[in-house]
């Protein structure tokens, strides 16, 4: 049977339209609302309004700790899971498996169950208590304390979102052909020079992939800031929450809301030009 | 340059044994082809050689030098994979160099190693490409300049022209041996081609079920071979084999008396290369053998037939020379080469005086 021309554009245009109706014009109007001042002018008052607000540097740099510490920190422990999975026989199903729990919970779960560990009436709290480690109760998550805040907001991210990392680079090295390493072995790389002169340079690919995804990913971060820092931890998704739902201001909203979208996107292309692998190299 | 020796070196995958205690010793400068069908071991051996899989039982030693726990780096080898494995990522000239690089060689050695290398295997112009850019001929050209950039002791090779195309494989297996040749390395060659293995190797270990059948010179596995499994897979086409009863000290091939080996029982194997039988000459005593497939192949001409109670015969005759009426059917009488008779028992193992 003969396939009509159209059938290939007709299974695709529920997608096509969903994506337009549902992304493309909510993002349109966004822009719209970012960049349109009360009265119906064009400008950039409601940017500015944004960078005045008095948690805006906070904000702003909070959400860059985060990425900056917990991106690069996945990455690694991600690389590091892969590798050792690749020397495991027995229970390898099983380590995958657990590993890749934290995929399937919310991150406003996830962020609970750390509330639940690190509060100062938490699992943490009380074990080290009991252990005599700490002659009372220890308020971790507070402005007083903004490095063990930060600390525990990343390491509750680690937990969270390693696993998509994870994921993604053991799918591509489970693509790699063997002989590349064994070549490296036979011709006397010892197992560091294989992992970064050929694994690291081969796996490229599903690197960026996994950094692009990540990075933005974390970049838009919200339930989990807001379950262990609420107030005290703001980042640029909360005020944009803060700006729509308490100040009821739209305006300043999108204007957050744009904010993360274009470093969203910078993050997306450096990623893109950084690890670029060209089409002879493939 | 070293010599290898393998001892007792067998493999289990679980409960398959992949190899059964094999020895095998190959001098220093020698070119060992490893060769027989698929699954017979000879690529597990070949690897355990390398250390890329651990022997069960068993030691390797290259030189006087135990490798057996040793991981492959440290053993002082070069390898060239079936698939090449040359580096996606690195040019030509970084693939080439890429063992020296890992022997903290300097760079005027290196610059000169890779020269001397991609010069012998005519890649010069190609140094600064990847290898995407590059044709499956020009891969496999580097993964052997690859390994001659080291100057290895030992080199291994797997399967390294079963990738390319008919005619490219035997271009580069004439190439492979001027080049090794003159290199003078220790070389085990792993294939199931049995004309590459006669073609380029000093000696062929022939291999099936994990064991080694025979290891001889390309001659006398051709010649002598030492079951009917060697000589049923060396040579195109392979040896005819003929049961025949043994009767009074005498053989009876289909109506020609031939007389018995020492040993031979009451039944015996008579091996015989297609090309070592002849037309008989009117008047001349022969066998009969009756006619099925007649094939031109260029100066010879295959007959496919039955003899000897219907077993199936294959021979060769010069194309240039006189030639039977060839319709299917016809009976020829035909004469075995009375020195070129291999004998063996019904088990399938050459008689001790069989020539």
Redesign the interface.
Known sequence: MREPKALPYLLIAPSALFLTGLFLIPLAQTAVLAFQESGGAWGLGNLRRMTDELNFPDALANTFKVVLLAVPLQLVLALGMTMALRNIRRGRDLLVWVWSIPLGISDLAAGLVWLAILNDQGWLNSALFRLGLIAQPQAWLTYETPAALLAAIVIAEIWRATAIVFVILLAGVQLL?K??E?????????PW?RFFR?TV??L?PSIQTALILRTVLAFEMFAMAMALGGRNFPVLVSEAFNAQYFSQDYGVAAAYAVLVMTISVAATVLYLVALR?????? | MASITIERVAKSFGEVRALAEVDLTVADGEFLALLGPSGCGKTTLLRIVAGLESQTTGRVLIGARDVSALPPRKRGLAMVFQNYAVFPHLTVYENVAFGLRMARADKARIAAQVEKAAALLHIEALLRRHPAQLSGGQRQRVAVARALAVEPAVLLMDEPLSNLDALLRLEMRAELKAVLSEAGTTTIYVTHDQTEAMGLADRIAVMQAGRIEQIGSPSEIYDRPATRFVGGFVGSPPMNFLELPVQDGKVDLGGLALAAPPGAGARVLLGLRGEDIALARPAEAGFAFTLKVAELLGPQVLLTGVAAGGQPLRIVLPAAGPLPPLTAGGDILLKPDPARLRWMNEAGKALEGSP
């Open positions: 052909p002989e590349y064994e070549a490296a072995d036979v011709f006397g790389a010892t020079q050929i340079p081969l490229k692998v060209p089409a002879e190299q493939r």
